[in-house]
């Protein structure tokens, strides 16, 4: 406790004294040109929300000038109407910290007459939610409690820790901090509680304006236990981008452990509840599966562990994990496609259509797709076109076709080429939508014997413009007895098909007629009078086109007219007619010119049209060509990085190679050397050994007296003693010079041996650069001769200025 309260008063009395230090140089700052002074009531220490009254007295009141007040820059108007001194109203002020400065203000001037800092502050509020827990191993019991709203001034913290019978045991004090949304947490060591009693913890928070108490927190130290701090050792992503398998271990016993796992993404800060199982066929002990998750997206991951509580129904938790973070992989088409087939015609090629899969479904783009032959025949189609012609031989009774992405392959989807044999579900009506681009197909399902035992796999509705020009279709599930097909245009005619996929096969279709909304037609139909006589004419017409019709013919309206009988009237309705038909004559030319116009419009709309559906082709194809390329450009980096690191280990394992032969060499002088000393040594003991066994002989046979003393032995008596002793303090010295002259030259051996080492490893390793610098060179500088080639070929061309900015950019 005398620590705690240690700590915290020195880091309270260094806030103060570094308040009280930049207080004191703004004061000295604005006392260098202090001309009055400025007074604050009640204070400038204030509670937020009270009114503030502030003076300005300067020490000359002059003629032309006004006295003004800057709050945090802005500037407030007096409340009264003496200028000297001024009185400034500040209501209900709720800025806790400002800065206030006098001014006194002429015509040409301003000068500071006096300024300061105003400080507003709050009570504490009541201490809530107060927690204390411990683990089995730690030594120390950790309470922590919500402080409340900010204070903005300094609050004290008393913390009362008593017995239950109000023995009071510990009182601990702390400081606030007013960053953090709970108060600075207490410890408290084990040592002053006892395990199996009660204790009362009461905390009163106080500052300048006031102070609160908390309510008591009762606990027992047996009850506060909570587990230990789980780890997770490894995450893993099991073939499945929406789960993965956290692997965790904790020094407790998991037996009676419950695990919560939370997670986030970087684009969604906040930590969110995931779903997770802890158990399952495929978990062994220590492992959770946490699911829903989305492919390609990096997560961070969190775990605590719960056990239950001895005498309630809640859990103690422990502190939650050190963050892991895995990224989740690209996920497969796991659906298949909806496909459908038409036939070319019978006996030949069959044009195998498909709807691309869903987004949801899968992650990336897809790559392509295969056709499957039931021969072990397979067919790849890029991913532009939905569908392809096949020639299907008449053994082949099965195809089927899979979308491949580059991260899997969906189930192959059959498509049916059997006719069941069968009747076909009826269309009951097919009902225009008001916004005339829709039609509502439904239809009914037959109880024939022949489907009793074969009920639909699903419908495909097929819609085709007549004359037959454009072809689509559609899927429904076998639950579903009607559909909208919508991308009709008014005044075109459809024919909409109805087909029931069954385990036996395809049904009949079921087909009839529709329009999404009947225009009236272009124009009537050419007339011709077969008969004319008296009292009667045969007249005949033929039929419009379907495209000109532009709805269903239901009846024809025949017009008669009868000429007046008086000539005058009658020639004068021929030069009316005349005129008319002139009339009609400069507007069928003035039409004729809009039909060619419409014509050439119509043709140029078409080549745009095919421009624009081979501009788009081709931007698919470039979007997964780009994809495929960013693939590649980071597989190339991950290649180049391996080829620098296994260059300069190349490099690095050469350079060892060539001090181990130096060394080698070296080995192989010495013994040389070696060899060529014992030889010598050889040759000089033989010679010993001769002149010893010449010197036993002459004793034997009296020549030489074994008493005789050597040569060297007579010359040693024969020197003075002085001599003898320098001399044999001179070789001493000398054998100790020489001793020390090699240590010395050795050790300067070894240290040039070392710096030369060093230089060869150093130039070994810029030759490594120099050379991967090179290949480097060499590589952009083949880039821009590419470019530049490029460039001139596309000189001639009127978008070679982005070929061009790619040049500038790349240089």
């Known amino acids: 406790m005398r620590i705690n309260a240690a700590m915290n008063l020195s880091s309270t009395l260094w806030r103060i004294l570094i308040v009280l230090l930049c207080f004191s140089i703004k004061l000295y700052s604005l006392q260098i040109k202090r001309r009055g002074l400025l007074t604050v009531k009640p204070a400038k220490l204030f509670l937020i929300g009270s009114n503030l009254t502030v003076y300005c007295h300067p020490e000359k009141c002059k003629n032309g000038f006004k006295l003004s007040l800057e709050v945090n820059g802005e500037t407030v108007t007096s409340s009264e109407e003496v200028n000297c001194p001024a009185i400034f109203n500040l209501i209900n002020f709720r800025t806790p910290f400002s800065s206030v400065i006098c001014m006194l203000k002429g015509p040409d001037s301003s000068k500071i007459v006096d300024g300061g800092d105003l400080y507003g502050g709050l009570p504490p509020d009541k201490p809530e939610n107060i927690t204390c827990e411990r683990t089995r191993s730690s030594d120390n019991i950790i309470c922590s409690w919500e402080k409340g709203q900010k204070t903005h001034v300094i609050t004290t913290y008393n913390i009362s820790l008593n017995r239950e019978n109000g023995t009071r045991v510990e009182l601990y004090q702390i400081q606030d901090d007013e960053q953090r949304v709970s108060a600075n947490p207490l410890t408290i060591s084990r040592a002053v509680i006892e395990e199996n009693i009660k204790y009362k913890f009461i905390i009163t928070a106080y500052n300048h304006f006031g102070e609160s108490q908390s309510d008591p927190f009762i606990f027992c130290s047996k009850d506060i236990v909570i587990p230990e701090t789980p780890r997770i050792?490894?995450?893993?992503?099991?073939?499945?981008?929406?789960?993965?398998?956290?692997?965790?271990?904790?020094?407790?016993?998991?037996?009676?452990?419950?695990?919560?796992?939370?997670?986030?993404?970087?684009?969604?800060?906040?930590?969110?509840?995931?779903?997770?199982?802890?158990?399952?066929?495929?978990?062994?002990?220590?492992?959770?599966?946490?699911?829903?998750?989305?492919?390609?997206?990096?997560?961070?991951?969190?775990?605590?562990?719960?056990?239950?509580?001895?005498?309630?129904?809640?859990?103690?938790?422990?502190?939650?994990?050190?963050?892991?973070?895995?990224?989740?992989?690209?996920?497969?088409?796991?659906?298949?496609?909806?496909?459908?087939?038409?036939?070319?015609?019978?006996?030949?090629?069959?044009?195998?259509?498909?709807?691309?899969?869903?987004?949801?479904?899968?992650?990336?783009?897809?790559?392509?797709?295969?056709?499957?032959?039931?021969?072990?025949?397979?067919?790849?189609?890029?991913?532009?076109?939905?569908?392809?012609?096949?020639?299907?031989?008449?053994?082949?009774?099965?195809?089927?076709?899979?979308?491949?992405?580059?991260?899997?392959?969906?189930?192959?989807?059959?498509?049916?080429?059997?006719?069941?044999?069968?009747?076909?579900?009826?269309?009951?009506?097919?009902?225009?939508?008001?916004?005339?681009?829709?039609?509502?197909?439904?239809?009914?399902?037959?109880?024939?014997k022949h489907w009793s035992t074969s009920d639909p796999l699903h419908y495909v509705v097929q819609w085709t413009t007549v004359p037959g020009a454009q072809m689509k279709w559609q899927r429904v599930s076998k639950d579903q007895n009607n559909t909208l097909i919508t991308g009709l245009r008014a005044g075109v005619r459809y024919n909409v098909s109805l087909y029931a996929v069954t385990s036996r096969g395809v049904s009949a279709p079921s087909s009839r007629l529709v329009y999404s909304k009947e225009q009236k037609p272009v124009s009537g139909p050419n007339l011709s009078v077969l008969v004319h006589e008296s009292r009667r004419v045969h007249i005949q017409w033929d039929e419009l086109p379907v495209d000109q019709q532009r709805g269903f013919i239901t009846h024809y309206t025949v017009y008669l007219q009868t000429l007046y009988s008086s000539n005058t009237k009658l020639s004068d309705r021929v030069v009316m007619l005349e005129a008319s038909v002139d009339t009609y004559k400069r507007k069928l030319e003035n039409l004729g010119d809009l039909k060619r116009q419409m014509k050439l419009l119509e043709e140029n709309n078409m080549t745009y049209m095919q421009n624009t559906v081979s501009l788009e082709e081709e931007l698919r194809k470039a979007n997964a060509a780009r994809a495929q390329l960013e693939t590649y450009k980071r597989q190339v980096q991950e290649l180049h990085r391996k080829l620098s690191e296994e260059s300069r280990r190349a490099d690095n394992l050469a350079y060892e190679m060539k001090k181990i032969e130096e060394k080698h060499e070296t080995v192989m002088k010495e013994k040389e050397r070696t060899i060529i000393e014992r030889d010598s040594l050889k040759e000089t003991n033989e010679e010993l050994r001769c002149t010893q066994a010449q010197q036993v002989q002459l004793s034997q046979a009296g020549i030489l007296p074994s008493s005789s003393p050597s040569h060297e032995n007579l010359a040693a008596e024969l020197i003075p003693i002085e001599y003898r002793e320098k001399f044999i303090r001179l070789q001493h010295e000398n054998k100790m010079l020489r001793v020390q002259q090699e240590e010395l030259e050795g050790e300067k051996i070894a240290a040039l041996q070392a710096q030369l080492e060093e230089a060869h490893k150093t130039r070994s390793e810029l030759d490594t650069e120099n050379r991967l610098s090179g290949e480097r060179m060499s590589e952009l500088q083949q880039q821009v001769e590419d470019l530049q080639r490029a460039l001139q070929s596309q000189a001639a061309k009127p978008d070679d200025s982005n070929l061009k900015r790619k040049l500038d950019a790349h240089m």
């Open 233 to 448: 050792v490894n995450i893993e992503f099991r073939n499945n981008s929406q789960a993965a398998v956290l692997q965790w271990e904790t020094s407790d016993s998991s037996e009676h452990l419950r695990s919560d796992v939370r997670l986030r993404t970087d684009k969604a800060p906040s930590w969110v509840k995931s779903n997770y199982k802890a158990e399952g066929a495929d978990l062994n002990e220590g492992q959770i599966r946490v699911s829903g998750l989305r492919p390609l997206t990096d997560y961070e991951f969190q775990m605590r562990t719960c056990m239950p509580h001895t005498n309630t129904p809640r859990f103690n938790c422990s502190k939650w994990s050190a963050s892991v973070r895995g990224r989740s992989p690209g996920k497969g088409p796991s659906q298949q496609l909806h496909v459908w087939r038409t036939f070319d015609s019978p006996g030949s090629n069959v044009t195998v259509l498909w709807k691309p899969p869903s987004p949801e479904d899968y992650s990336g783009v897809v790559q392509q797709y295969k056709i499957f032959l039931g021969n072990e025949q397979k067919q790849e189609v890029l991913s532009g076109p939905a569908s392809s012609s096949v020639p299907v031989p008449a053994e082949i009774k099965a195809i089927s076709i899979s979308a491949i992405t580059l991260y899997g392959t969906s189930p192959p989807a059959v498509v049916p080429l059997k006719h069941s044999g069968g009747f076909a579900p009826v269309l009951r009506e097919l009902a225009p939508a008001a916004n005339s681009s829709a039609v509502l197909v439904s239809w009914t399902w037959t109880d024939d």
